[in-house]
């Protein structure tokens, strides 16, 4: 799965605030992710992010 620092994941399932779009932070064995609704950020495995995103939308 290609995705990159700046894109826009949009998760299987909702943030307690609503929000289902997360901001990639960070990338590694681990993603730093930020939550667009709320701006919680959460370490997340890498195999589980990439389990649980529905689409990458990015900034072109």
């Known amino acids: 799965m290609d995705i990159q620092v700046g894109d826009v994941l949009k998760m299987k399932k ?5 929000s289902s779009e997360w901001e990639v932070l960070r990338i590694g064995a681990d993603f730093r992710l930020k939550c ?3 701006g919680h950020q959460i370490m997340i495995p890498r195999p589980k992010a990439e389990k649980n995103v529905r689409a990458v939308m990015r900034d072109s």
């Open 36 to 38: 667009k609704g709320c």
């Open 14 to 18: 909702q943030h307690p605030c609503g």
